[in-house]
RNA sequence: GUCCCCUUCGUCUAGCCCGGCCUAGGACACCAGGUUUUCAUCCUGGCGACAGGGGUUCGAAUCCCCUAGGGGACGCCA
């Protein structure tokens, strides 16, 4: 039998970190097992706005490239995927229980009769657990509506779900759900429960209200998606070869629950930063282009400059800055300066590099020179700047750093002569000018 | 309180099932050098862990037991 898996968010209005995690396994082990991948809203919360909470949800999983074969817009022969119409399968299979003698009222509400036998699952990544159900629960309140343990069973099981991989959080429940398998004359699915996600500081596991809990926050800063995914991946599982950089595609040929580990997993953003990073910097230029300028958009940062669809400038000090990066979000404190000239100099940068030699005099011979030059190439100005070094008997750094902190008004930034070729003969010498009739003190 | 799950560097993990190849491997972070051009890039190196105690065994990170710690579930929430 083919294996079919659900993914089953209540839409709270948050894409939450676990949840995207829960559903990214529940996808890898369908698209690795060849089976189908469905999400199923249970939206029996009508206090919620619902409409907004799901396009939340469902941009939250196209984002991290999660496709489903059956569900909300994509329909399936099991529907419906909303368990807010649902309630004629709850109530016959209500009924059902209640032929059988395994569910009675009481208080207003309706109780499922537990065998009390104990319920033993060979869970896919604990291994054999077992746990009694001890006490009659309710499956039907005094308002009339189904509880979760009941309607999720009712859904898997009329969903043909061969498969249920969810957080270890429901592990206790399972027994409950066992029950209802059985009293229902139908063999439990598989269970695979996964460890949760704890949040970085402090105890317990991670919650709608801890920092970078939500994706689409990663989303609005720019985030790669599939780096997100790697990342979440990760959290919980490992390749076992020492790989960490995986593709979608790589993902899904290695993934398997096998790999799951049993321990919670604590989230760590700056790995989460890193891989990022990585990625950022692997990604084709017309793709960060496109990156880069949407956020800066997004962001408001000097419209003027990107406004006009084939600013070069742009991105030619996009491009270069690019293997720098950390983060999309930080490429405007990163690039500003390319486009003032009343940019500040960092006291610490003058700090450090005012304070040796004669910065200014070296600048100054260097827009001597540079002005004469016909190229402004990085190979001319590397020819100029090092001719003028052996000249004056000192290291090229001696130019190089002033120059740079003339510039830019820091001393971190992209390659060097990349840097003035972008910046161009004109705006280089100006600024040297600047520099020169002006320089920097250091204070403090 | 009851029940369930977990326990390798600060963090994510490999190794554990099938004990010896483990003086415990990788990655993030951190630190130090290097790239005689910065650094938020890149390279090299360093720091750093088998929770504790009992067994079993010639031999245990690996098997068993106990303790401690962490997490979760005990709702007419999902």
């Keep these: 039998m083919s294996i079919r898996v659900r993914f089953a968010p209540s839409p709270t209005g948050f894409f939450h970190i676990g949840s995207a995690r829960t559903a990214l396994f529940n996808w890898l082990y369908a698209r690795h097992h060849g089976g189908k991948f469905i999400l199923r809203i249970e939206d029996t919360d009508r206090e919620r706005n619902t409409d907004d909470a799901l396009r939340v949800l469902l941009e939250g999983m196209r984002w991290l490239g999660l496709d489903w074969d059956e569900g909300p817009e994509a329909g399936g022969e099991y529907g419906p995927y909303f368990q807010s119409e649902r309630n004629a399968i709850y109530d016959k299979h209500l009924q059902i229980l209640r032929d059988k003698g395994l569910a009675y009222d009481h208080e207003g509400a309706v109780f499922f009769k537990v065998s009390g036998e104990p319920q033993v699952i060979n869970d896919l990544v604990r291994g054999r657990v077992e746990r009694k159900e001890e006490k009659d629960f309710v499956i039907y309140r005094s308002n009339g509506s189904p509880v979760f343990h009941f309607v999720n069973v009712v859904d898997d099981m009329t969903m043909g779900i061969t498969d249920v991989i969810r957080g270890e959080d429901h592990l206790s429940n399972t027994s409950k759900h066992c029950e209802l398998f059985k009293a229902f004359g139908v063999e439990p699915p598989r269970f695979g429960h996964i460890p949760l996600i704890l949040k970085q500081q402090g105890p317990g596991k991670m919650s709608k209200r801890d920092a970078g809990s939500l994706i689409e926050e990663y989303d609005h800063r720019h985030f790669i998606?599939?780096?997100?995914?790697?990342?979440?991946?990760?959290?919980?599982?490992?390749?076992?070869?020492?790989?960490?950089?995986?593709?979608?595609?790589?993902?899904?040929?290695?993934?398997?629950?096998?790999?799951?580990?049993?321990?919670?997993?604590?989230?760590?953003?700056?790995?989460?930063?890193?891989?990022?990073?990585?990625?950022?910097?692997?990604?084709?230029?017309?793709?960060?282009?496109?990156?880069?300028?949407?956020?800066?958009?997004?962001?408001?940062?000097?419209?003027?400059?990107?406004?006009?669809?084939?600013?070069?400038?742009?991105?030619?000090?996009?491009?270069?800055?690019?293997?720098?990066?950390?983060?999309?979000?930080?490429?405007?404190?990163?690039?500003?300066?390319?486009?003032?000239?009343?940019?500040?100099?960092?006291?610490?940068?003058?700090?450090?590099?005012?304070?040796?030699?004669?910065?200014?005099?070296?600048?100054?011979?260097?827009?001597?020179?540079?002005?004469?030059?016909?190229?402004?190439?990085?190979?001319?100005?590397?020819?100029?700047?090092?001719?003028?070094?052996?000249?004056?008997?000192?290291?090229?750094?001696?130019?190089?750093?002033?120059?740079?902190?003339?510039?830019?008004?820091?001393?971190?930034?992209?390659?060097?002569?990349?840097?003035?070729?972008?910046?161009?003969?004109?705006?280089?010498?100006?600024?040297?000018?600047?520099?020169?009739?002006?320089?920097?003190?250091?204070?403090?």
């Design 225 to 444: 998606p599939a780096a997100v995914r790697n990342y979440l991946a990760l959290l919980g599982w490992s390749p076992k070869d020492n790989r960490e950089i995986l593709s979608a595609e790589e993902l899904v040929s290695l993934f398997d629950l096998s790999g799951v580990t049993k321990n919670n997993a604590k989230f760590d953003e700056r790995k989460l930063s890193f891989i990022n990073a990585q990625y950022l910097h692997a990604l084709p230029a017309a793709e960060y282009l496109e990156l880069a300028r949407s956020y800066l958009k997004k962001a408001n940062w000097r419209d003027e400059e990107t406004r006009s669809p084939d600013n070069k400038y742009l991105d030619e000090v996009l491009l270069l800055c690019q293997e720098k990066l950390h983060a999309v979000d930080s490429i405007p404190a990163f690039i500003d300066y390319f486009f003032v000239f009343d940019y500040q100099y960092a006291p610490k940068a003058v700090k450090k590099i005012m304070k040796k030699g004669d910065p200014v005099q070296r600048v100054r011979e260097f827009v001597e020179a540079a002005s004469q030059l016909e190229e402004w190439t990085e190979a001319a100005l590397e020819k100029c700047i090092t001719t003028l070094a052996e000249a004056n008997g000192v290291g090229t750094g001696e130019y190089i750093h002033p120059c740079r902190l003339g510039v830019s008004g820091t001393n971190a930034g992209p390659g060097f002569y990349g840097l003035l070729v972008v910046l161009g003969k004109d705006r280089t010498l100006e600024r040297l000018q600047r520099f020169v009739e002006n320089p920097p003190v250091v204070v403090g």
